[in-house]
């Protein structure tokens, strides 16, 4: 009975024929908003349980006023053969709603943006527009986090070469006038015939002489994408001497613009969605170990605890059963500190409120008090200028790197060195080493899901991210994300090492 109570699911002891409650624990008291002694004297049905003839583990969810609750009917044998009848309940209705806008957003996205991605859908996008249009080819570029454009849809010969944003990129740093940028900052399209012969005349365009040079296009087009007055990107329309846009060329490409806008809006909307509803789903399962499993695990400890102590006391010792105990709490310990960790894991609330340096020095020293093994941690004073995505992604990159170290490289020792780099401080370089045993990288390896994870968040980020490794050797685990950092003029970008 102390578990039912406990318990942090509704559980109610129905009568034989299921029409009246016997007993309910507090969480089912305070899900159902009643007293026990309101519940007892009212009919199972008046909070549309599942009812007598209700088949045992049947999951159902009913609605009770504006709320869902989730209830699992079950039978439990009893010694006299008279069994009783429970049903275990919770109260789901923030999933469920949290469900249905995923499931609404994704549908209502997907109509109207894209079929399997956003380069996908502007892929397809350029292609009709080019198909549509007068012009030779056409790209959209879309600003990324890290405040460059990025070629996200493009279709046609120009400017489709692979390292075209590395280029764009280059031009930039050279003083070029570069339109796509102009664009963005002022919000408003711009054509201009001879661009190409007048970027082939300049050589702040030089990276780009090449591929202008093998292409026959004279004007250019280039319109922005607008969104609920933000300019997330811009089109550009490369057309051939004598074909230059006209008016209704210009409203039509405005209109497929906005199509794109919305597209990319779209899309930026349904990741922070989705990354905010895996957030929260994190913080419940955080919220739920702490307040089942970690009590249970701690209360568990002190009657172990207890136990040993009667064991020693009496009058006939019995050695084999106070080791035997001993040996359970250090392991119920071992399995509570787990919890813990795994508890931080889900929810550093550090991460949130100090920032990454603050999380990984405290995620360095629980591993150290739960291993004994030394974790060295080398990075800036002061707390980086991280986006929160960012230093999401970035920790759990470090946990999860440090986690491979503790249980597959069999490591005496860690470090983990983060570090501003860059001719401007603004690129930020996160390596986690150990002395372990080392691996094959290209090697099937129980760790390798961990690592195709954190370089999945590392290319999130627009990082690179490598393993430096081989059987016998020591591991370094390095992520490298360019002009990530934005620090303010009155913030020395070195930071000190300590």
């Known amino acids: 009975m102390e578990l039912v109570e406990s318990a942090v699911e509704g559980i109610a002891v129905l009568s034989p024929c299921g029409e009246r409650f016997q007993h309910v624990n507090r969480a089912g008291c305070h899900i159902l908003g009643r007293s026990l002694e309101e519940l007892l004297s009212s009919p199972v049905a008046d909070y549309s349980l599942p009812a007598a003839g209700a088949g045992p583990d049947a999951v159902a969810v009913v609605s009770l006023g504006d709320r869902e609750i989730e209830c699992v009917p079950a039978v439990v044998p009893t010694p006299s053969d008279e069994p009783v009848r429970i049903v275990r309940f919770r109260d789901v209705t923030d999933a469920r709603r949290q469900e249905r806008r995923l ?66 990129k280059a031009c930039r740093e050279l003083g070029a006038p570069l339109l796509s940028a102009q664009v963005f900052e002022t919000g408003k399209p711009v054509v201009v015939e001879g661009w190409r012969e007048l970027t082939l005349a300049d050589e702040r365009f030089a990276p780009l002489h090449e591929i202008s040079q093998r292409q026959s296009w004279h004007t250019i087009a280039v319109l922005p994408l607008i969104v609920r007055g933000n300019t997330v990107g811009v089109f550009n329309g490369f057309y051939l001497k004598g074909s230059q846009p006209s008016d209704s060329d210009l409203a039509f490409l405005s209109a497929i613009a906005d199509q794109a806008a919305v597209a990319v809006d779209n899309a930026r909307m349904l990741v922070e969605l989705e990354a905010k509803a895996a957030l929260d789903e994190r913080h419940r399962l955080a919220r739920d170990l702490h307040d089942s499993v970690s009590q249970a695990l701690f209360s568990m400890t002190l009657r172990s605890r207890a136990v040993q102590m009667l064991a020693e006391q009496a009058r006939y010792p019995m050695p084999e059963v106070t080791a035997g105990l001993a040996e359970l709490r250090d392991l119920v310990q071992g399995a509570l500190a787990e919890m813990r960790a795994l508890i931080f894991q889900l929810r550093p609330e550090t991460l949130h ?125 390095r992520a490298l994300l360019p002009g990530v950092l934005r620090f303010p003029d009155d913030v020395t970008k070195e930071g000190t090492m300590q």
Do not use: W
């Open 353 to 477: 409120e100090e920032g990454l340096i603050s999380a990984v020095r405290r995620h360095a020293a629980a591993i150290e008090a739960r291993h004994h093994i030394p974790v060295h941690v080398e990075c800036p004073q002061h707390s980086l200028p991280l986006l929160p995505e960012q230093e999401t992604n970035l920790f759990r990159m470090v946990s999860e790197a440090v986690i491979n170290a503790v249980k597959h490289a069999e490591a005496q020792r860690l470090r983990v060195h983060i570090r501003c780099e860059g001719t401007d401080g603004r690129d930020l370089l996160i390596e986690v080493c150990d002395d372990g045993q080392g691996f094959d990288p290209d090697a099937p390896y129980p760790g390798h899901l961990g690592l195709v994870s954190m370089s999945e968040r590392i290319a999130r980020l627009g990082g690179t991210f490598t393993v430096v490794s081989a059987p016998g050797q020591p591991t370094t685990v």
């Open 103 to 168: 499931k609404a957003f994704s549908r209502t996205s997907a109509s109207i943006a894209f079929a399997e991605s956003l380069t996908t859908g502007l892929d397809s996008l350029a292609r009709n527009v080019r198909h549509a249009s007068a012009m030779e080819a056409c790209t959209f570029l879309i600003m990324d986090d890290q405040g460059e454009l990025r070629q996200v849809g493009t279709y046609g010969d120009y400017p489709g070469t692979p390292d075209y944003e590395d280029r764009l």
